[in-house]
């Protein structure tokens, strides 16, 4: 919320003013005004998804991305105008009695969290948090999905990527094997899942610098 704060714009919409209105303008506790926020709500309801790229929105959008304070950015109301979405098949993998899905490549999170899931589905993690072999087995299916996100995972449109091979359960048998016994992996490396193309890539060496950050707003009735 520091990072948040030192923004301006962002750090006008606070939880009074965007969930429930300003009281200077006669709001009180409980209404649900969505304060400045209605005003983005109801341009998009009336006037569709181009509302968002075009317009007030988009001009407000690149006005605070170019003048964010110590780090502006060179977006303009052109990028936002051109942009087109592109709609991706899911990934999607069995956990329990439930098909978890989510975003495909370019994204890497559906393929990563989908490997952890497919291996820990092999365990009985009934005893939760009060065990410890849970944590150890938690965090060593993650580490091993995090090393194949390393050195597969890529922007789909510009690198093959073997996607279903990645959360193939064959592969994933594989992956469990390794986390058989009480200690944790000495040392994880990325695996070698099937797919169709002869290309082996390099790990990812780049810098990790911060970057997805999640903001969640939830209301006084638990709506986020």
């Not at 169709?196 to 390099?202: P, T």
Request: proline residues 7%.
């Amino acid at each position: 919320m520091e990072r948040v704060a030192s923004h301006p714009r962002p750090a006008q919409l606070d939880g009074r003013g965007v969930l429930h209105g300003d009281p200077a303008d006669g709001a009180q506790p409980g209404d649900q005004d969505l304060g400045q926020a209605s005003e983005t709500l109801r341009s998009l309801a009336n006037d569709g998804v181009r509302a968002f790229y075009t317009g007030e929105i988009a001009q407000d959008i690149v006005e605070t991305v170019r003048n964010a304070p110590g780090n502006p950015g060179v977006l303009s109301e052109l990028d936002l105008g051109i942009y087109s979405v592109r709609e991706r098949p899911p990934v999607c993998v069995s956990f329990r009695a439930h098909d978890v899905c989510g975003m495909g490549p370019p994204s890497s999170g559906a393929l990563t969290v989908g490997q952890i899931l497919g291996m820990l589905d092999r365990f009985d993690l009934s005893t939760g948090a009060a065990e410890a072999d849970n944590w150890r087995l938690i965090g060593d299916a993650s580490r091993l999905a995090f090393a194949d996100r390393g050195r597969y995972m890529a922007d789909s449109d510009f690198v093959p990527m073997p996607t279903k091979g990645l959360v193939d359960p064959a592969y994933l048998a594989t992956r469990v094997a390794l986390l058989a016994g009480d200690d944790a992996l000495p040392e994880v490396a990325a695996g070698t899942p099937e797919w169709d193309h002869a290309m082996i890539w390099g790990d990812d060496a780049s810098i990790e610098f911060p970057s997805t950050s999640h903001i969640f707003i939830v209301d006084s009735y638990g709506n986020a």
